[in-house]
């Protein structure tokens, strides 16, 4: 299994209990794991850190680059394309602006849904977000994940998965 990491893992972690002042077992770790194929991410994710000016954008830049997948493959665009097709057909679940947000193109989520759909058996992705069906504004991860049987997990099961040491 590659564990697939959204952005909003990288900039949590960045910004608090992983932070670079203290916090570079973690940020070792996930370089080494990346190295033997077991984590990566999408070049959406490293778009949505490049937004930042910071240790994270530095560190993705100088040692995690190589391991940011490209989404520009037309497996990628053709569930790309599915997901875009089923967010349309939730605007009884979900708001206008949760939709529009999902189809926004720069949007990583979607991206990151749409590559570890052509592997599902090898993908799993990786998030904060929770599942939630009873929130309106936004489309969560989780959620479309379950719809679409793509696994996913926290950050706190993957390192427990991966044996992470402080």
């Not at 077991?38 to 240790?55: M, P, Q, Y």
Request: net charge neutral; with cysteine; hydrophobic share 40%.
């Amino acid at each position: 299994m590659k564990y697939l990491v959204d952005s909003n893992i990288l900039i949590t972690a960045s910004r608090t209990f992983y932070n670079f002042t203290f916090g570079n077992n973690f940020w070792d770790f996930l370089l080494q794991e990346a190295q033997e194929g077991r984590i990566a991410s999408i070049d959406k994710v490293l778009a949505e850190i490049n937004k930042g000016d910071d240790e994270l954008k530095k560190w993705a830049k100088e040692k995690f680059l190589g391991y940011f997948l490209s989404t520009k493959s037309k497996q990628v665009l053709e569930h790309y394309a599915i997901l875009i097709q089923w967010a349309d057909t939730q605007r009884q679940i979900y708001s206008e602006n949760a939709i529009n947000e999902f189809m926004m193109e720069d949007n990583a989520d979607t991206w990151l849904l749409a590559f570890a759909m052509t592997k599902r058996e090898e993908y799993i992705i990786v998030t904060f977000e929770k599942e939630n069906n009873q929130i309106k504004r936004k489309i969560p991860l989780p959620n479309v994940c379950k719809y679409f049987q793509i696994k996913y997990c926290d950050l706190y099961q993957m390192l427990k998965n991966l044996n992470f040491k402080f």
